[in-house]
């Protein structure tokens, strides 16, 4: 294969436009060769002096399509971890480097983040590009990605989609190593202070962990129902009084201009 693209490059590199676009083709094919047995700096090399669009590219990945590769016949997800993430990142820095910033494109490089760095990933969510949601959700799904999936909810205004996602993960129904557990609803939960929200789960975040949620209602800028919450916290002594302090502290405050 290197003998014939050297060959090829030789005879056709200086001639006519019409074998200009046959070097082109070739190089197209020789690329998805070279990509189809591991040879990625020399596969994406091609891609490149083709102005291949990413999204040409991108098909080829089964772990981001969730489809079978087209041909070259390589499936990426049966490939060893090392050797997906390889993949992976000559994928991500082809399409940073060709520019491209649709949502289709989004969509793909939020894959693949979520499939080589977490940490990243989260970043790249809060520019809240435009992406298919249907599609990043079902991925997320797929890879049991269910902390991230949660994050992306919240990242995108779906906040009771986010809290309920990450209640499964707190039940057990499903699981995640990834996810940092109930302190994390709480947090979005006081960035949001969305009162239905809040109050929507306030009773099953005290079966949880009492101390956690006590740290929600004593800081929420939210409008509560505190005869709700007074009812909840009877058989809790301790709470309720923690409670019934903030609120009068809470209502001197305001009564007396502090």
């Known amino acids: 294969l290197d003998q014939a ?11 006519t436009r019409a074998k200009g676009t046959r070097l082109k083709l070739l190089r197209q094919r020789a690329a998805k060769m070279y990509w189809s047995r591991g040879d990625l700096e020399e596969a994406f090399s091609l891609f490149s002096k083709c102005g291949t669009a990413p999204e040409e590219v991108y098909v080829l990945y089964d772990t981001i399509t969730g489809e079978e590769a087209a041909p070259p016949p390589i499936s990426v997800s049966s490939l060893p971890e090392e050797k997906q993430h390889e993949y992976h990142t000559h994928l991500l ?25 977490q940490e990243k990933v989260m970043t790249f969510m809060k ?3 435009a992406m298919n949601m249907t599609s990043v959700v079902q991925f997320l799904k797929s890879r049991a990605m269910f902390y991230l999936l949660g994050e992306y909810y919240a990242t995108t205004g779906f906040v009771c989609e986010a809290v309920e996602q990450w ?41 949880r962990d009492c101390d956690v949620t ?45």
């Open 93 to 117: 820095r082809y399409i940073s480097k060709m520019g491209s910033r649709n949502e289709e494109s989004n969509t793909v490089e939020m894959k693949l983040l979520a499939l080589t760095d």
């Open 127 to 129: 520019e809240r590009r």
């Open 214 to 258: 006590m740290v929600l209602l004593t800081r929420t800028a939210a409008e509560l129902n505190h005869d709700q919450i007074l009812q909840l916290l009877e058989e809790k002594p301790a709470y309720l009084l923690a409670y019934l302090e903030e609120l009068v502290v809470t209502s001197c405050q305001l009564h007396c201009g502090l």
């Open 167 to 207: 209640r499964d993960l707190e039940n057990g129904s499903v699981t995640d190593p990834t996810y940092p557990g109930l302190k994390r609803i709480v947090k979005l939960l006081l960035d949001t202070n969305i009162q239905t929200v809040i109050m929507d789960n306030i009773a099953w975040l005290l079966s």
């Open 5 to 15: 693209m050297a060959l090829a490059e030789e005879t056709l590199g200086n001639l």
